[in-house]
């Protein structure tokens, strides 16, 4: 199961709000590259593919194809606009060891 916190659903919201090509999902990936190895991907996408998950968590319905789906098992996506920076994290369990920019890691 992968978790939405409130702040990530509403900026979500207003995100796809603002989509004019309407697209229904958020699709969250783990794909290969960055400084640890791997890296988080997140978009918008029209389609669910045979090998997706979907997950509908705190009124976002997210698309996980399943390989993705093993390295993000326990994640909570967060949003932050501090003065740190502005933006999605993925807050997950399964890293041992995460980039000083928070968008890659390793298992």
């Known amino acids: 199961m992968i978790n939405i916190s409130n702040p990530a659903r509403d900026r979500l919201l207003h995100l796809l709000g603002k989509d004019k090509k309407g697209h229904p999902?958020?699709?969250?990936?783990?794909?290969?590259?960055?400084c640890s190895g791997l890296s988080y991907n997140l978009d918008?996408?029209?389609?669910?593919n045979e090998d997706d998950e979907l997950i509908d968590n705190n009124g976002i319905k997210l698309l996980i194809n399943k390989k993705s789906f093993?390295?993000?098992?326990?994640?909570?996506?967060?949003?932050?606009d501090g003065l740190n920076g502005k933006g999605f994290v993925f807050n997950?369990?399964?890293?041992?060891r995460t980039c000083g920019c928070g968008e890659s890691f390793s298992l």
């Open 92 to 96: 997950n369990p399964n890293a041992s």
């Open 44 to 48: 918008f996408d029209k389609t669910k």
């Open 70 to 80: 093993l390295y993000l098992v326990g994640t909570t996506l967060e949003f932050s």
């Open 25 to 34: 999902f958020v699709r969250v990936g783990v794909e290969s590259g960055g």
